[in-house]
């Protein structure tokens, strides 16, 4: 079982719709939970950060935390052909120390 | 300013060369980070440094030599590569070393080991 693990992509939703990214993790002690945003060739981007069970949101990002069901998951609202991109799912335990989901590939079409 | 430079963008090297990457970051983060990435893979940790010392080594092979002059800076020498090891090279940092703070990535430097 991979540290890590997000829903096989890719997803393809239509300009404005919700877009559902999902992760779920193996390690209990972990800690901290980010979503990263990454374009082709480019570096990672921070999206969201969450750290206690429940919802958190920023703009049209929701993050949802269940840490007794070791899912975190990233929704985006009124999808825009600008958030195509692959979204990562980092999980950080102690020290510094992190794992990164393989990605999800996200493409909104117009 | 979150910012995290990283020199050179791209670097094309053979198996014999000797180089070395450049990270530098002035937000007075004390914690470092070095990461590769293949194409289509996630980031893969590869070193971390806490207040300038080494304190995470991934079991990386010793042809890859981090090294932290000061709190601002962090290199990756590299010698006798293998064509493999071409990646993009991730260097990140962080306010402070430990699971709660948000790592920061500089853009990369691009590696083809010829």
């Known amino acids: 079982q991979k540290e890590v693990e997000q829903n096989s992509g890719p997803l393809s939703v239509p300009e404005g719709a919700i877009a559902s990214l999902n992760c779920t993790y193996s390690?209990?002690?972990?800690?901290?939970f980010f979503w990263y945003r990454q374009y082709s060739g480019k570096s990672p981007e921070l999206i969201m950060s969450?750290?206690?069970?429940g919802d958190k949101e920023d703009g049209r990002f929701t993050a949802q935390l269940n840490k007794a069901s070791q899912y975190v998951s990233l929704l985006i609202r009124d999808s825009q052909p600008s958030d195509s991109a692959t979204y990562l799912c980092?999980?950080?335990?102690?020290?510094?120390?992190?794992?990164f989901g393989d990605g999800t590939t996200l493409t909104v079409k117009p | 300013d979150t910012e995290v430079t990283q020199t050179p963008k791209h670097l094309v090297m053979g198996m014999t060369n000797k180089k070395s990457l450049k990270c530098e970051q002035h937000?007075?983060?004390?914690?470092m980070y070095w990461y590769k990435q293949k194409a289509k893979k996630p980031p893969e940790l590869m070193f971390v440094?806490?207040?300038?010392?080494?304190?995470i080594n991934e079991s990386v092979p010793s042809r890859f030599s981090p090294e932290c002059p000061n709190s601002s800076l962090l290199n990756l020498h590299l010698h006798a590569l293998q064509p493999e090891d071409s990646a993009l090279y991730l260097c990140?940092?962080?306010?402070?070393?430990?699971?709660?703070?948000?790592?920061?990535f500089g853009p990369g430097t691009r590696l083809t080991v010829l």
């Open positions: 980092a999980v950080y335990t102690n020290a510094g120390k992190s794992t």
């Open positions: 440094y806490s207040y300038e010392k080494l304190s």
């Open positions: 937000m007075g983060h004390r914690a």
């Open positions: 990140a940092s962080s306010q402070l070393p430990g699971s709660l703070d948000t790592q920061y």
């Open positions: 390690d209990r002690v972990s800690q901290s």
């Open positions: 969450i750290y206690s069970n």
